[in-house]
């Protein structure tokens, strides 16, 4: 099998550890493979947009999600170091605002999924980071929304050493207390 499902403390978000075949001529993993996703996990997922995208040291992504036809999504980093998040936006959940975060590397190479009705976003901790993700459903900016970053309530122990740099979307994001959440 070429996943091993690392528990978190939200059992819905998922961490997968791919088996690494390496050698001193570099290394081979199978970053996705959909039978051996769905053994691993129990989850039956159709992939149907993967991005890619870059970004510099200190840059904070998100955190995002959408309402209507809401993603799930299968994140790694392909170079770099991030600390990347997952929040419970169901107000039917006892975790409802709890979040979970670890740091992914292309050095670990450690991947997370985060199932449809959480919010997601990322802080880039080495000098530039690739991130690549495969999502579930479309992106659909008319159901975009953004929960703030540094929502008190959520109390997220984002680990930094400088103020970040956020889009002006994700500063317009919106209190917990205040967002669009799922039932």
Not at 20 to 48: H, I, K, M, Q, Y
Not at 103 to 120: R, T
Not at 145 to 170: E, F, M
């Amino acid at each position: 099998m070429p996943y091993e499902v690392l528990p978190t403390s939200l059992s819905e978000v998922l961490l997968l550890k791919p088996k690494v075949f390496g050698d001193p001529r570099g290394f081979f993993f199978e970053s996705f493979n959909a039978r051996e996703f769905e053994a691993a996990t129990g989850l039956e997922r159709v992939f149907v947009q993967d991005n890619h995208s870059l970004s510099g040291k200190g840059v904070l992504r998100g955190l995002h999600y959408q309402i209507e036809r809401p993603q799930g999504k299968l994140v790694r980093v392909a170079r770099g170091e991030v600390f990347d998040v997952a929040v419970d936006l169901r107000r039917s959940s006892s975790n409802f605002g709890k979040w979970f975060g670890v740091v992914l590397s292309s050095d670990n190479k450690l991947q997370l999924w985060i199932p449809e009705g959480f919010a997601h976003g990322f802080l880039v901790l080495s000098e530039n980071a690739e991130f690549l993700y495969k999502t579930t459903d479309y992106w659909h900016p008319e159901h975009e929304r953004s929960l703030i970053w540094n929502d008190q309530t959520t109390s997220i122990d984002w680990p930094l050493i400088a103020p970040p740099i956020v889009a002006k979307k994700d500063e317009a994001g919106k209190r917990i207390d205040e967002a669009d959440a799922f039932t």
